[in-house]
């Protein structure tokens, strides 16, 4: 059985949910109905360092928004897909795009929609508040909640295996 680190050394693409891994899952409206989200610096960072070593980075959501648009074209993320009720059609459709094999992907989710890519990826990964049935799934659990550093431990994870961090 390979170690996380080797799983980790594999991986070109690395894909997120954002409620419950970007931030903390919780929802903020405005009186008018607008939707307002909160990022971890940190988390942003991690991102930053993944695409500047030259590996890819998808955002596959459900939901629509536009503070997810602003927050990852801000950080130069290359896949920014919202609206995605099938999540492992979209990342077919990016192995396909980048030439890639599920062994080459991490991803990280939170809840129930993201087991249908968990069950695929090389490197399947969650937060620590993620619900029992994502856990069960997961290959590398973070020590962090989601918004609070869990995908800036992924990103760390990754790059330090790779030598690139």
Same mark, same amino acid.
């Given at each position: ?8 050394? !594999? ?15 919780? =929802? ?5 109905? #607008? ?6 610096? !940190? ?43 099938? !999540?492992?059609?979209? =990342?077919?459709?990016? =192995?396909? #795009?980048?030439? =890639? ?35 069960? !799934? ?5 020590? #962090? ?18 030598? #690139?961090?």
């Amino acid at each position: 059985m390979a170690t996380i680190e080797e799983k980790a050394k !594999k991986i070109k693409l690395l894909a997120f949910d954002v409620d419950g891994v970007m931030t903390d899952g919780g =929802l903020l409206f405005t009186e008018d109905g #607008k939707e307002i989200k909160k990022y971890n610096a !940190k988390d942003g960072q991690g991102i930053a360092n993944c695409i500047k070593a030259g590996l890819t980075v998808a955002i596959i959501t459900a939901r629509q928004n536009g503070t997810v648009s602003h927050r990852f074209e801000n950080l130069k993320v290359q896949e920014i897909h919202q609206g995605i009720k099938n !999540k492992i059609v979209k =990342l077919d459709e990016l =192995l396909e #795009k980048y030439h =890639l094999t599920y062994e080459e992907v991490s991803y990280m989710g939170d809840d129930l929609p993201d087991i249908c890519i968990l069950e695929q990826v090389g490197l399947a990964t969650c937060p620590n508040d993620a619900v029992d049935e994502v856990k069960s !799934k997961c290959n590398f659990i973070s020590s #962090k909640d989601g918004g609070r550093g869990a995908v800036r431990e992924l990103t760390d994870l990754v790059l330090k295996s790779q030598n #690139k961090l």
